[in-house]
Nanobody, 126 residues
């Protein structure tokens, strides 16, 4: 059973940084795409960033480009999201999601992902 588990959320002031982690256990191969989604209260869940199986295909939402960096280590079944220069509008529950894929690119589409974590709360506030 594939199960992503997120960690690293918290409360941070505007302009600060956080690093989220996602450990995706249960995979029997490295061929999987990973992504971060977020959901703020009263809003729909939205894509933040994604990375393909070998790290060669990466995508970012326009709102986070230049501030967030996604990476992964297949030997550790782990993905990270380094979030810098955080803004109040970055607040929300951040979810890690994954699905089996050997593609050279990753989709920023919710319905594409089969396995989801429980989420970790990120709050950006002074």
């Amino acid at each position: 059973q594939v199960q992503p588990v997120e960690s690293g959320g918290g409360l941070v002031q505007p302009g600060g940084s956080l690093r989220l982690s996602c450990v995706a256990s249960g995979f029997t191969s490295v061929y999987n795409a990973l992504a971060w989604f977020r959901q703020a209260p009263g809003k729909e869940r939205e894509a933040v960033s994604c990375i393909n199986w070998n790290g060669g295909g990466i995508g970012y939402a326009d709102s986070v480009k230049g501030r967030f960096t996604i990476s992964r280590d297949n030997a550790k079944n782990t993905m990270w999201l380094q979030m810098d220069n955080l803004k109040p509008e970055d607040s929300g529950v951040y979810y890690c999601a994954t699905y089996f894929s050997g593609s050279n690119y990753c989709p920023m589409i919710i319905r594409q992902y089969d396995y989801w974590g429980q989420g970790t709360q990120v709050t950006v506030s002074s």
